[in-house]
């Protein structure tokens, strides 16, 4: 899980899009607190963040080079402000990762829809965002490019060609010289995609494999071209390997406002949203905007931290620490072939895999004593890819093998919230795999009542 803030001169207008003709004296935060925010998600269990540093609107949250329109013109910090550095800082203090999120598009600015955007303004934003913050473990793009706006005064609307403005395999070389572990994100990728939906939802299957294509059946490889309506599954057997990433906002705006602070997602919609994005492969990236103090507001630290408590009393122990775990194909040859594996390092199973040529194949699980659980997670070796095409788990209750859940694709993670079931004894077969299947991690979990609202 990564965390998304969403903060710029809109939560001062209580506007979702600025037009790029506010004024910079309206951002002044009273009490900005960047370890609030980020030690906020760190206690909630999220590995990053991501900051938008520029939205649409063009107002940058860096004292930057490349415009006048930025926290240097704001009362902030008496106009020596740098927001970028602030919540980096604190994201390094709280042992999570920082990610950038620059809106290609930029409302405010005169330059807008000519070259000398490209090359005088936005590539040097990245570039003074990769170059001066430390490691960037993520860069955001999406497809919301060219319209009306302000444009240095011009206020008249302009349209750009999405496929080649931007001169995107140029501004993805530079991100990959300057940042070369961060990830990409658009709805064609490079490094993930967008899930093609903001409710925080991946499909089912989902595919880390994927195929960017338009209406036309034409591949795609420009953010904003691609057909939405492929990305929530991807492709089985795409082209590249873009994993989903599904964002959503903890409230039914991207910024704060004051009439959605009785609005927020509870930790139960929060854990119904993790099972649907995490516990099926692709990440959730949930959107959580600071209010006009500069801090998340109460409501949401409160639900976010009922989040991370109901995360913690379901995942905390492994039911399946010390079982044994015998393997076999399904056809019936002898275990003693594939040999046992046993769980590892706390959660973790030791890797099984079948020979090469065994694409069909089962573990049984063999728990110290009886066991009740009610949440099953597996994980396939994503170095190797994503090869299962087909899984179930069984349960041995009264004297039988009962299939208590069933999927087509499991990927970096596949999460089952399944009824209450007792047993000590646990089949997971592999009913059809593109290779030979690599599996590293079972687990069998008992989460306790329901979240609370």
Same mark, same amino acid.
């Given at each position: 899980?990564?965390?998304?803030?969403?903060?710029?001169?809109?939560?001062?207008?209580?506007?979702?899009?600025?037009?790029?003709?506010?004024?910079?004296?309206?951002?002044?935060?009273?009490?900005?607190?960047?370890?609030?925010?980020?030690?906020?998600?760190?206690?909630?269990?999220?590995?990053?963040?991501?900051?938008?540093?520029?939205?649409?609107?063009?107002?940058?949250?860096?004292?930057?080079?490349?415009?006048?329109?930025?926290?240097?013109?704001?009362?902030?910090?008496?106009?020596?402000?740098?927001?970028?550095?602030?919540?980096?800082?604190?994201?390094?203090?709280?042992?999570?990762?920082?990610?950038?999120?620059?809106?290609?598009?930029?409302?405010?600015?005169?330059?807008?829809?000519?070259?000398?955007?490209?090359?005088?303004?936005?590539?040097?934003?990245?570039?003074?965002?990769?170059?001066?913050?430390?490691?960037?473990?993520?860069?955001?793009?999406?497809?919301?490019?060219?319209?009306?706006?302000?444009?240095?005064?011009?206020?008249?609307?302009?349209?750009?060609?999405?496929?080649?403005?931007?001169?995107?395999?140029?501004?993805?070389?530079?991100?990959?010289?300057?940042?070369?572990?961060?990830?990409?994100?658009?709805?064609?990728?490079?490094?993930?995609?967008?899930?093609?939906?903001?409710?925080?939802?991946?499909?089912?299957?989902?595919?880390?494999?994927?195929?960017?294509?338009?209406?036309?059946?034409?591949?795609?490889?420009?953010?904003?071209?691609?057909?939405?309506?492929?990305?929530?599954?991807?492709?089985?057997?795409?082209?590249?390997?873009?994993?989903?990433?599904?964002?959503?906002?903890?409230?039914?705006?991207?910024?704060?406002?004051?009439?959605?602070?009785?609005?927020?997602?509870?930790?139960?919609?929060?854990?119904?949203?993790?099972?649907?994005?995490?516990?099926?492969?692709?990440?959730?990236?949930?959107?959580?905007?600071?209010?006009?103090?500069?801090?998340?507001?109460?409501?949401?630290?409160?639900?976010?931290?009922?989040?991370?408590?109901?995360?913690?009393?379901?995942?905390?122990?492994?039911?399946?620490?010390?079982?044994?775990?015998?393997?076999?194909?399904?056809?019936? /040859? &002898?275990?003693?072939?594939?040999?046992?594996? #046993?769980? @590892?390092?706390? %959660?973790? !199973?030791?890797?099984? =895999?079948?020979?090469?040529?065994?694409?069909?194949?089962?573990?049984?699980?063999?728990?110290?004593?009886?066991?009740?659980?009610?949440?099953?997670?597996?994980? /396939? &070796?994503?170095?190797?890819?994503?090869?299962? #095409?087909? @899984?179930?788990? %069984?349960? !041995?209750?009264?004297? =039988?093998?009962?299939?208590?859940?069933?999927?087509?694709?499991?990927?970096?993670?596949?999460?089952?919230?399944?009824?209450?079931?007792?047993?000590?004894?646990?089949?997971?077969?592999?009913?059809?795999?593109?290779?030979?299947?690599?599996?590293? %991690?079972?687990?069998?979990?008992?989460?306790?009542?329901?979240?609370?609202?």
């Amino acid at each position: 899980m990564n965390a998304f803030v969403h903060f710029t001169i809109n939560t001062f207008t209580d506007r979702e899009w600025g037009e790029g003709d506010e004024p910079p004296r309206l951002f002044n935060p009273t009490d900005f607190d960047a370890d609030q925010i980020v030690g906020t998600f760190a206690d909630a269990g999220f590995g990053g963040v991501i900051l938008t540093c520029k939205h649409h609107d063009g107002f940058c949250l860096w004292p930057t080079e490349t415009t006048a329109h930025s926290i240097e013109a704001s009362p902030w910090r008496g106009g020596k402000g740098d927001m970028v550095r602030e919540i980096a800082d604190a994201a390094t203090r709280h042992g999570v990762r920082f990610g950038v999120y620059v809106s290609p598009w930029d409302r405010n600015n005169a330059l807008y829809g000519t070259p000398e955007y490209v090359t005088e303004v936005y590539r040097p934003q990245l570039r003074e965002l990769l170059n001066n913050y430390g490691d960037i473990f993520e860069v955001w793009f999406d497809g919301a490019n060219g319209g009306t706006g302000y444009y240095g005064g011009a206020n008249e609307e302009r349209r750009i060609d999405r496929q080649t403005y931007y001169h995107w395999d140029k501004t993805w070389a530079m991100v990959r010289t300057l940042a070369p572990n961060a990830v990409m994100f658009s709805d064609v990728g490079p490094g993930c995609r967008w899930i093609g939906n903001e409710r925080g939802i991946a499909g089912d299957p989902c595919w880390a494999t994927y195929t960017p294509r338009g209406p036309d059946g034409e591949e795609r490889s420009a953010p904003g071209m691609s057909d939405y309506r492929q990305s929530p599954t991807g492709t089985r057997d795409g082209a590249a390997w873009i994993p989903g990433e599904c964002d959503v906002s903890i409230r039914p705006g991207w910024f704060w406002h004051e009439n959605e602070n009785d609005k927020v997602r509870g930790a139960a919609n929060l854990m119904d949203l993790y099972l649907q994005s995490v516990g099926r492969g692709a990440n959730l990236l949930l959107n959580v905007p600071p209010d006009r103090r500069g801090c998340l507001h109460e409501n949401d630290v409160a639900n976010l931290h009922a989040f991370g408590e109901h995360l913690r009393a379901t995942f905390g122990e492994n039911l399946a620490i010390g079982a044994t775990f015998d393997a076999s194909d399904v056809r019936g /040859e &002898d275990p003693d072939r594939y040999g046992p594996a #046993r769980l @590892v390092d706390a %959660d973790r !199973w030791s890797a099984w =895999t079948t020979d090469d040529n065994v694409r069909t194949a089962e573990v049984i699980v063999t728990l110290s004593e009886p066991r009740t659980f009610n949440m099953i997670r597996l994980r /396939e &070796d994503i170095r190797l890819g994503q090869r299962v #095409r087909g @899984v179930s788990v %069984d349960a !041995w209750v009264d004297g =039988t093998w009962s299939e208590v859940a069933s999927a087509e694709s499991v990927g970096a993670s596949r999460i089952w919230r399944v009824g209450a079931v007792t047993t000590d004894r646990v089949r997971v077969r592999v009913t059809e795999a593109a290779a030979c299947p690599a599996l590293s %991690d079972f687990g069998l979990y008992q989460e306790p009542l329901p979240a609370s609202p």
